[in-house]
């Protein structure tokens, strides 16, 4: 069987099926931090997010306007490379065997989409310890402490999903206020509400918010109040069920993905390069850079789901 000529023309033609099959299967993924995440444009290597701890009220004009002196409260993101490298040998291209490869490339730009929700899902298993708000807190803590407050306030549970405990979550969002006392009006477009929990809750997460009728009859409280979000690896080993409320219907959301470089492949396959020359590898190399980071606090309550409902 008469084989296939490597020359330029060819390792181009390969190159632009590898490139088709993984840009197309990019979008080819649930993209779940869309719905979470406010999306950030990067141009450096880190990005500082200088939220303002107050805002002047805008109130009715009188004999003088109220003031406030802003404090800004610093937070710096960096951003994460993420890569890979996939290797073709020459002698698959030279026996006609390439398009084996196609759904490999396929398969990696897919893994590719995938990492913003995997970084998103490691994220919020970090989100009651070492993830960070920008008052240095835990994002999920019962203690902050910022905007200049007297007092400290939680966004913080530990029971298991129930509909009570979605009740409690649900109160402690709507009754948020700035420094000074303002409501910060969460959870106005229900559409845009999520409760997000891991597989083992998605049963239970239905029954709360998708069920127009109790189980022992009458109108359920809570339908409707949220979309049920489920993300497969949330839950860590043990018997804890992590689950999260997230109003992300503001401009600002409570979490941010900050992209500095999407997703490109780049082929390696110079006749002449070291790899192709002494091994007889064609290379493609997958690379993106981004960062998941928190927002606001505000906007999200967290239970550890540790404690029983």
Known sequence: MKGVVINTSVLRDIDAGFQTNFNRAIGNV???????????????????YAWLASLPAIS???AEIIKTRLQVLGQSVLNKEFAGIVEVPRTAIED????????????????????????????LGLSFTTSKSYDGKPFFAADHKAHGRAAAWSNL??????????????????????????????????AQVYLVVCSDDEATADSIVKLATLA???????????QVLVLPGL????????????DCGGEVKPIIYQER???ELTAN???????????????????????IAGGLPEYAYGSTGADAA
């Open 60 to 62: 009715e004009k009188t």
């Open 30 to 48: 649930p993209a779940f931090y869309k719905k979470l995440c406010m999306s950030v444009p990067s141009v450096t290597a880190e990005n500082v």
């Open 261 to 263: 470089v999407k997703f």
């Open 216 to 226: 022992g009859g009458g109108e359920n409280p809570n339908f409707n109040k949220a």
């Open 235 to 246: 839950q860590p080993a043990g018997a804890a069920r992590p689950w999260f409320l997230l």
């Open 96 to 123: 006609d065997q390439y398009g084996v490869f196609a759904p490999t490339a396929a398969l990696w730009g897919q893994r590719a989409g995938q990492s913003p929700d995997l970084e998103l899902i490691k994220w």
């Open 269 to 291: 396959m110079s006749l002449t390069a070291d790899k192709v020359f002494n091994d007889d590898l064609f290379s493609w190399k997958a690379r993106g850079r981004f960062a």
């Open 157 to 190: 549970g530990t029971k298991k999903l129930s509909a009570t405990n979605f009740q409690l979550a649900y109160a402690n969002l709507r009754d948020r206020r700035d420094a000074a006392g303002v409501p910060l009006f969460t959870l106005l477009n229900p």
